[in-house]
């Protein structure tokens, strides 16, 4: 027995709405969304790496302290809405990429356990290996991700490409950079100074890295057309926001250099969506429309989509309103 | 080189077994923290705020081991069962997506002002957390389990073809996610983990106890936990005889499983215990064979909800093959003789504490130190009877474990990460084993109690499960 609802969702997409599409962009958008927001947590973990005076790093882990846990569940969400609305296609990246992945979960593992590890014991070398992991760990997870987005855009079948390997290394380079800037709104005196210019090189080496990649990745991959017209506009957009962000960190504007972070994360997920769409697999060559799910689940996840997402704006808003401002002198991590 | 089905299916037993304690450790602890918080900024009272700041501890370290093994869980679906994945994901991806929007999400955003708000924010936002982290806990079971207890019942599909590809096709959602097991499963899980988590509780405060270093925060602590022991493990035990019921009807092989049953047989009794008498009787254990104890016709009763003379269907007389029928007998039988146990320590417990010497009994503070992680031991048993004696199954009666493997997995790929898994792992408890200790050994409070510690036991109605509004019975 069939209840009338379901048969009536199972008719055609909510309001005759183009889904398949909408959900392809929710989903980088989501990617786009932990890019940023882990983004920060990774690369505060990197500049960790800079810092020695035992007081400095307990500011650095207080800084991303009360966030991380939040910020990474949003990688658990863009993995549960892979699978929802585009099963087969989470199903054979997956796979396909089985060792990656598990790099992926090792470094996330890593990353999560340092800190508290870190905070357990106060002699020297406990805090020196655990200091050492969690850089270890901030900096090879966004690694091996951009790996796997890089073998995803490219159509890659083994475990890295030269080019999949430079937009690792892009992703690297915008989270050090996310988390520089992210450290200028939420430290003061030396840290803040001292690490400004470190998220500016970065930001440097994040667009020659994402132009190295599309140029190594371009050539060997048909389905990407680079000398397209949102592909070029989405560059410029980028380096026009990596400007307005170091012109903003040297003017003390913390917020807006932080948006501008926001901006190139989210424009980095677009980039890869355009240059997919209308593929969302290619080595499967198989297109967004063929991939999505028949039209009844389909609505159910498009309906609590709609009630959830904006909730969850909520708690974030709540989460950071609670913490705003520079890190005080006597928060630490435990 | 090692069948990628089998090293997938050690891999996700090994990866499941260790995840499943931190959410027992989170999600038995919420309805604690909630009634401590709530206590603390109503009485003002320091017992209350050292013990929120204390168990709070405990929690975020469980809830960060258990974020980052969780992860794996969503992740091992595509990368090692990405047949099942590609047939199953419009049943079974919908759930995991609302669990992570709908529960993970609320849990791991307020727990960061749980953990690191108290001094920042009001009173009524720090209540509101503690609300909000343990809602998260137990909704994240809710989408599991809607999610597992389909695959054991599975309700509101049909069969059709994608892509060439035959897949399990989303009919009717409400018959699919409110499916017969979901309810049993939900009740006999949170009960389970907040039964694990008193007896936890009460092993650590009797420790003190024992030792003579018994602060008003340690007997507190004890009488709060012992109160909840007191209701959650007869509960737990009345549920499951029920609960039994209902998996005789809807998974008869899981059953006979269960009850090492091979020939199809009517007034079958209930063995209570069973005594191997040859080695052969522990690997392959045959009720005909086996010396028992048993209650007669209770196995026909149960499976029959009332009827002696019921018939039960035998393994042999089921045309798939069976399940490792001694693995799931055997930890049946580990769970249900532990369950009694904690019924009995309760007992003990709640008859001292009526004569006044709960803290004198040094045998039933030693009892209760050994008992401290045998409820999460009891879980880990009952999910191995569920899994384990689901098989051959992946979906019942609909797709095979071993068909959903992912097609293109070597086995030298699945073995490397099984090792790898193994030696994390285990690296992994000993950490968090390590760090609880030192949160016990270093951050109770050691502080000489200030008021007469004599409370008098508190009516049940002031234990947390009914200040959390978990079913105390049915």
Do not use: C
């Given at each position: 027995?069939?209840?009338?609802v ?29 890019l ?15 810092r ?27 993995g549960g809405?892979l ?55 901030s900096?090879t ?50 840290i ?31 389905h ?7 592909t070029?506009?989405?560059l ?5 926001l ?7 960190s040297?003017?003390d ?37 063929d ?41 630490s991590y435990? | ?19 499943i ?28 705020e ?30 090692n069962?990405?047949?099942f ?97 979901f ?37 507190k ?31 008869p ?7 090492a ?16 008498t040859?080695v ?59 369950g ?32 401290s ?15 384990v ?39 992994l ?10 949160i ?23 234990t ?11």
């Open positions: 027995m069939t209840d009338p379901a048969l009536s969702l199972a008719d055609g997409p909510l309001f005759g709405l183009p889904l398949d599409t909408l959900w392809f962009a929710l989903v980088f958008a989501v990617l786009g969304t932990f940023f927001l882990d983004g920060f947590d990774f690369g505060v973990g990197a500049l960790f790496a800079t020695d005076a035992e007081a400095e790093r307990e500011t650095l882990l207080a800084a991303i302290g009360p966030f991380w846990d939040g910020n990474e569940v949003w990688l658990v969400v863009f809405m699978f929802a609305v585009f099963p087969s296609v989470y199903a054979a990246l997956f796979s396909r990429h089985y060792l990656l992945l598990f790099a992926i979960l090792a470094a996330l593992l890593i990353r999560g356990l340092a800190p508290e590890m870190y905070e357990q014991r106060h002699d020297d070398q406990w805090q020196t290996w655990w200091g050492r992991a969690f850089v270890v760990g900096v997870a966004p690694f091996f991700l951009g790996v796997f987005v890089g073998n995803w855009l490219f159509g890659v079948e083994e475990f890295a490409s030269a080019a999949s390997l430079l937009v690792g290394l892009a992703v690297v380079a915008l989270t050090i950079t996310d988390g520089a800037t992210y450290l200028g709104l939420k430290t003061r005196g030396d803040r100074i001292e690490t400004r210019p470190m998220g500016h090189l970065a930001q440097a080496g994040y667009l020659l890295l994402v132009v190295a990649a599309l140029a190594v990745g371009g050539q060997s991959a048909s990407v057309s680079l000398l397209s017209l949102p070029l506009a989405l410029a957009l980028t380096v026009l990596a400007a307005a962000n170091v012109v903003a040297r003017r504007r913390h917020v807006l250099a932080l948006g501008a972070v926001a901006g190139q994360a989210y424009g980095l997920v677009a980039l890869v969506a355009t240059l997919l769409f209308p593929l969302i697999d290619p080595v499967a060559g198989l297109e967004v429309a991939a999505i799910v028949s039209t009844l689940p389909l609505n159910l996840s498009t309906i609590a989509a709609s009630l959830l997402l904006p909730l969850v704006a909520t708690y974030f808003v709540v989460l950071y309103s609670s913490f705003s401002g520079p890190v005080e002198d006597e928060e435990a | 080189m090692i069948d990628p089905v089998i090293a997938s299916r050690l891999q996700f037993a090994v990866t499941t077994i260790v995840h304690i931190f959410p027992v450790m989170s999600m038995g602890l919420a309805p604690f923290l909630i009634y401590f918080t709530w206590k603390e900024i109503r009485t003002d009272e320091q017992v209350y050292q013990l929120r700041a204390f168990w709070t501890q405990i929690f975020a370290i469980s809830f960060v081991v258990g974020t980052v093994t969780g992860i794996v869980l969503e992740f091992e679906f595509g990368t069962f990405a047949a994945s590609t047939a199953a994901g419009e049943l079974f991806g919908g759930p995991l997506a609302v669990e992570g929007m709908m529960a993970f999400m609320l849990e791991a955003t307020f727990l960061g002002i749980f953990v690191f708000g108290r001094e920042r924010v009001t009173d009524r936002l720090y209540m509101l957390s503690s609300i909000f982290v343990g809602l998260g806990t137990w909704l994240s079971a809710v989408w599991i389990l809607i999610a597992n207890s389909w695959m054991q019942t599975p309700r509101g599909f049909e069969m059709a073809t994608k892509n060439g590809q035959p897949i399990v096709s989303l009919v009717d959602p409400i018959a699919a996610y409110a499916n017969p097991r309810p049993w499963m939900f009740v006999h899980m949170q009960n389970a983990a907040v039964l694990s988590v008193a007896l936890f509780m009460a092993g650590v405060a009797a420790y003190f106890v024992w030792t003579d270093r018994d602060t008003q925060f340690w007997r602590t004890m009488k709060i936990s012992l109160a909840v022991l007191l209701v959650t493990a007869p509960f737990q035990a009345i549920h499951g005889d029920a609960y039994g019921r209902h998996v005789a009807d809807t998974q092989q899981k059953f006979a499983a269960m009850e049953q091979y020939d199809t047989d009517s007034s079958v009794g209930l063995k209570l215990l069973a005594f191997p040859s052969s009787d522990i690997t392959d254990p045959r009720a005909e064979e086996l010396f028992v104890i048993e209650l007669p016709f209770l196995a026909s009763i149960l499976a029959s909800g009332g009827n002696p003379g019921a018939t039960i269907t035998g393994l042999n007389d089921i045309p798939t093959e069976d399940p490792p029928v001694a693995i799931v007998f055997w930890s049946f039988r580990a769970m249900v003789g532990l009694m146990w904690f019924i009995l320590l309760s007992f003990w417990g709640g008859v001292r504490w009526l004569q006044g010497k709960l803290f004198e009994d040094d045998l039933l503070a030693k009892a209760l130190v050994g008992s992680v045998l409820g999460i031991l009891t879980v880990e048993l009952g999910w191995i009877v569920t899994e004696g689901r098989q051959p199954w992946v979906i019942d009666g609909v797709m095979k474990t071993s068909a959903g493997v992912s097609p293109n997995l070597t086995g030298t790929e699945a073995l490397a990460t099984l090792v790898g898994f193994v030696v994390v792992y285990s690296l408890l000993v950490l968090y084993t390590y760090v609880v200790l030192r016990i050994r270093e951050e109770a409070p050691t502080d000489p109690p200030k008021q007469a510690p004599a409370d008098p036991p508190k009516p049940a109605a002031e947390p499960e009914s200040a959390e509004g978990v079913p105390s019975d049915d």
